[in-house]
């Protein structure tokens, strides 16, 4: 009823697990590889899926370019993660909501973040959607961070079903390395938002969904002083990680320390951007000197 695509790089220990979640359930599976260094492509070739590979430019291009460049059997796809699961019941729910022919045109699904083999039900703002299942001619994808934020032609809803997240499959070593990448794209975002951004106040305490109020918090926490220190504190008390066990503890200082690194890196893009004006208006001094 739908196709699936599948994003890779270097996902050698977490794609087959991906592909048994779906390989019975759907007939059109595409994997969309960055050109994988490992043995990526070797363990997907075992299956009958296709296989199309992409330069990686950002998060939001590599979809749009999918989207619009990527042929599938079916006008209404999936987005799936190398380190996310399928369930029978999400397929059963996503079956179910193509059929019913409304006037959507896309569904939120909410993810399970799965860290060191336990759900992290609470610091994790859980249920915390993203747009998975959608008509692949009514949405595509700007960057934002790290990440990306859709852009749709139509109106969306919510399904009811989950699927899993497993966020350290590969180790905290790569974990780390990631979020470092990751931290540097937040940075620039960061400082573009405090330059030309702001809040908006009402998504924050009347916004229509979730998603709309959890976008609102986050330009506001782009203001507040102490930010890691917050971060903890409303992870930690305010959502109830004390209730997620050793994982949600560790969890929520990881996500502590990844706050900080975007301080860090926003300080460091002020400081090259101040030391570059300074730089240039040095030519000019001199030569009113000289006159």
Request: charged content about 25%; hydrophobic content about 35%.
């Amino acid at each position: 009823m739908f196709s699936i695509y599948i994003l890779t790089y270097n996902e050698e220990i977490e794609i087959a697990a991906c592909i048994e979640s779906i390989v019975s359930f759907c007939d059109d599976i595409i994997i969309v590889d960055s050109y994988s260094s490992d043995r990526t492509l070797d363990i997907v070739s075992n299956y009958d899926v296709r296989i199309v590979q992409h330069s990686f430019e950002s998060h939001g291009k590599q979809r749009t370019w999918m989207l619009r460049e990527v042929s599938t059997q079916y006008d209404w796809v999936y987005i799936l993660e190398a380190d996310e699961r399928m369930t029978p019941e999400l397929y059963a729910e996503c079956c179910q909501v193509i059929q019913n022919k409304d006037e959507y045109i896309g569904y939120y699904v909410a993810e399970r973040v799965m860290f060191m083999n336990h759900w992290i039900r609470h610091c994790t703002q859980y249920p915390r959607y993203q747009l998975r299942l959608f008509r692949k001619d009514k949405v595509w994808f700007d960057d934002y961070g790290h990440t990306e934020r859709e852009i749709c032609d139509g109106k969306t809803s919510f399904l009811k079903e989950t699927y899993p997240h497993y966020t350290s499959g590969k180790g905290f070593s790569r974990w780390l390395e990631k979020h470092n990448r990751y931290s540097t794209d937040e940075a620039r975002e960061t400082l573009s938002q405090l330059e030309a951004g702001g809040v908006r106040w009402q998504d924050l305490f009347w916004g229509r969904s979730e998603v709309e109020k959890r976008r609102a918090l986050k330009d506001l926490s782009l203001r507040l002083p102490f930010r890691p220190f917050l971060r903890f504190l409303y992870m930690y008390f305010l959502l109830g990680g004390i209730w997620d066990g050793r994982p949600g503890w560790a969890w929520c200082v990881l996500q502590s320390f990844y706050e900080y690194f975007i301080i860090l890196k926003v300080w460091e893009l002020q400081t090259q951007k101040t030391s570059k004006a300074n730089t240039a208006k040095v030519p000019l001094a001199t030569e009113k000197h000289k006159n």
